[in-house]
């Protein structure tokens, strides 16, 4: 008697970096909320206090990152996504 053929433990590589595509896509608000956020956190009087010129460019540098970021994940989630919601015949009816 031979054993049954297990199935694989692991998903399919190219089905495993969509699921983390994905992810990384939730999480860019996030992480860019938080950056916005940070700084709140920088001192605001003293010796040590931040100009506002300085949190200025650091707002806008971090809201060009993000759209870089969110513009190479867009890519990389475009065409597996809209491939897999058109369908396979388009003159079947459901």
Excluded: C, H, N
């Excluded at 206090?49 to 190479?72: C, D, E, H, K, N």
């Amino acid at each position: 008697m031979t054993p049954k053929p297990q199935p694989p433990v692991f998903v399919p590589r190219a089905s495993y970096r969509q699921r983390r595509v994905r992810d990384l896509a939730r999480l860019l608000p996030i992480v860019g909320a938080v950056l916005f956020l940070l700084p709140l956190l920088w001192p605001q009087a003293g010796a040590d206090a931040q100009m506002t010129s300085g949190a200025i460019v650091y707002l806008f540098a971090v809201w060009a990152i993000l759209i870089v970021f969110s513009a190479l994940i867009s890519r990389l989630l475009g065409p597996d996504d809209a491939a897999a919601e058109a369908p396979a015949d388009p003159t079947a009816r459901s």
